[in-house]
């Protein structure tokens, strides 16, 4: 790879190539094409260079998914800025902590970001808006719109560097609040180019992105590799991802490819309707990831889409976001595995011992270009991760003979319900500040329609002075809503912990997963 290759390159190379005038994404039935969105980006870098972003200006993103979001995130990559995208579905205070510790200089920001603005204590100094939005008082907001009016596009004076900074993913962890991936230009253009191979991408595949831009697995699952080979994208609106659109959308783009989170491809496998309909798109393989397929659904959708291939995957935000790969045909031969390494990939197993294995059970390790340089203003948790060359994931699996990956322990008793993430720790804290409660521990339980849900466990002394909607009022006025607990169990009984006093969640999930179950009798 060029050595002075930056994320901005992959526009010019297009502009340059007979790919030119081809659509290069699709919001909404409006395409852009690869000349346009080149030329656009450099006109919004030149309306953000006057707002006085440069290089190594962090810029926060808070945008649902639109033609502007790429824009913007390709502008960010030609001024040599840092882009910090956040999460659309996160509330005030978590959006204050991801600003606050990136030390953003400017937030970007359409209707989308309303909601989480107006639970900020203090508003942030400078916005540029997208589209109509409402701001609070005492913002600097500008619009984009005004910004970019009578602008030519122009090349920025200062190009940056394969191994500068280039963005920062907030992933999360069940001791402290949710930390900064750091990814360099380069890191971003390794995790991007091994897909093209990997999946055979070619200029005539078109991609429907159903993930939010504001996440990892928006720009950096087949997007930007896509664009390195001159495909076309398409992006789902934000909140109208319902299996439903998914499929329509698909039939009415001549989509190939598409990534689905487990939940979505349940809901696909259960439908006649939506199986005759994806019977007659164009749609060759979806790729899923974040947890197993139920052996039934994989079954299910081989019969129903024989011409559709299910590609399982295990990744992180920590890159590579796609790390392994479990093809269609080894969907039933090696269910509940999560596959085999892919090319920029190196898998093994730190023991309990410590020892490094390519074959055996302990902590997953990935050795990878793509990885992060750093978690953002965290020395200690940095110095954990990247250890002896390798990424020490937090994830446990096994790697058998064949070299097969297999998840069996979640990240820091991580929770997935539908796809998303859910850190207990996150919640827990928020629930701590209830007066009758004692202790807390939040684990998942197995739901039917999101694979695992997020519930509660509170001991109080006094079980009827604890306040079931308080505790949930709570929750929501501080956390995304899709992270507040489904249900709150209260019991006297103290959380089993070990000797030294860690608490036992294998010990709870049981206990919890019972209450559930009566619950829901």
């Known amino acids: 790879?060029?050595?002075?290759?930056?994320?901005?390159?992959?526009?010019?190379?297009?502009?340059?190539?007979?790919?030119?005038?081809?659509?290069?994404?699709?919001?909404?039935?409006?395409?852009?094409?690869?000349?346009?969105?080149?030329?656009?980006?450099?006109?919004?870098?030149?309306?953000?260079?006057?707002?006085?972003?440069?290089?190594?200006?962090?810029?926060?993103?808070?945008?649902?998914?639109?033609?502007?979001?790429?824009?913007?995130?390709?502008?960010?990559?030609?001024?040599?800025?840092?882009?910090?995208?956040?999460?659309?579905?996160?509330?005030?205070?978590?959006?204050?902590?991801?600003?606050?510790?990136?030390?953003?200089?400017?937030?970007?920001?359409?209707?989308?970001?309303?909601?989480?603005?107006?639970?900020?204590?203090?508003?942030?100094?400078?916005?540029?808006?997208?589209?109509?939005?409402?701001?609070?008082?005492?913002?600097?907001?500008?619009?984009?719109?005004?910004?970019?009016?009578?602008?030519?596009?122009?090349?920025?004076?200062?190009?940056?560097?394969?191994?500068?900074?280039?963005?920062?993913?907030?992933?999360?962890?069940?001791?402290?609040?949710?930390?900064?991936a750091v990814h360099t230009h380069n890191g971003v253009l390794w995790n991007s180019f091994t897909q093209i191979g990997d999946f055979n991408l070619t200029n005539e595949d078109v991609y429907l992105c159903v993930p939010s831009l504001s996440w990892a697995a928006g720009f950096h699952d087949v997007v930007l590799a896509l664009i390195m080979v001159g495909g076309r994208s398409v992006l789902m609106p934000t909140g109208e991802t319902g299996i439903e659109n998914i499929v329509a959308t698909a039939l009415e783009e001549d989509v190939t490819h598409t990534f689905l989170v487990p939940t979505l491809l349940k809901q696909l496998s259960i439908s006649p309707e939506l199986l005759d309909q994806m019977r007659a798109s164009k749609v060759h393989w979806i790729v899923t990831g974040s947890e197993p397929v139920p052996k039934a659904t994989i079954q299910t959708l081989q019969e129903e889409l024989p011409n559709c291939g299910i590609l399982q995957g295990y990744g992180l935000s920590e890159f590579p976001t796609m790390a392994t790969m479990l093809r269609p045909e080894e969907g039933i031969t090696h269910v509940g595995k999560a596959g085999r390494p892919l090319t920029i990939t190196t898998l093994a197993i730190r023991t309990m011992d410590g020892d490094i294995v390519d074959q055996g059970e302990g902590e997953i390790i990935i050795r990878s270009p793509a990885t992060m340089t750093e978690y953002l203003n965290r020395p200690d948790a940095t110095e954990e991760t990247l250890r002896d060359g390798w990424l020490h994931t937090g994830d446990l699996g096994m790697i058998d003979e064949d070299g097969y990956l297999t998840v069996t322990g979640r990240k820091k008793d991580m929770i997935i319900s539908g796809g998303l993430n859910i850190y207990p720790k996150e919640i827990e804290d928020v629930i701590h500040r209830v007066g009758s409660v004692r202790e807390v521990a939040v684990v998942g339980v197995e739901d039917e329609k999101w694979g695992e849900t997020a519930v509660a466990v509170i001991v109080a002394e006094d079980v009827d002075a604890v306040d079931a909607e308080e505790i949930d009022s709570l929750c929501r006025e501080h956390l995304a809503t899709f992270k507040c607990p489904r249900a709150i169990y209260v019991r006297t009984e103290p959380l089993p912990r070990n000797p030294s006093g860690k608490l036992l969640k294998r010990d709870i999930r049981p206990w919890a997963a019972e209450q559930h179950r009566a619950a829901a009798a």
């Not at 290089?55 to 030609?78: D, I, Q, Y």
């Not at 959006?95 to 900020?120: G, K, Q």
């Not at 203090?122 to 540029?128: A, G, M, S």
Request: net charge negative; aromatic share 6%.
């Open 1 to 180: 790879m060029d050595l002075n290759y930056n994320v901005f390159d992959l526009l010019t190379r297009r502009i340059h190539s007979p790919e030119r005038d081809r659509v290069a994404l699709v919001y909404k039935g409006e395409g852009r094409t690869y000349r346009e969105l080149h030329d656009r980006s450099l006109i919004t870098a030149s309306a953000l260079a006057s707002q006085g972003v440069g290089h190594g200006t962090r810029v926060a993103v808070l945008m649902s998914n639109r033609h502007e979001w790429p824009e913007v995130f390709f502008a960010l990559a030609a001024l040599g800025a840092i882009c910090v995208p956040v999460n659309v579905l996160l509330r005030g205070p978590e959006v204050r902590h991801v600003v606050d510790d990136s030390d953003v200089s400017l937030l970007v920001a359409d209707r989308a970001a309303e909601r989480a603005l107006s639970e900020l204590d203090e508003p942030p100094e400078k916005v540029v808006t997208v589209g109509e939005v409402t701001v609070p008082e005492g913002c600097d907001a500008v619009a984009l719109e005004e910004l970019t009016a009578g602008l030519e596009p122009a090349m920025p004076e200062r190009l940056p560097l394969p191994t500068d900074t280039f963005i920062h993913y907030y992933t999360s962890g069940t001791t402290g609040l949710p930390k900064a």
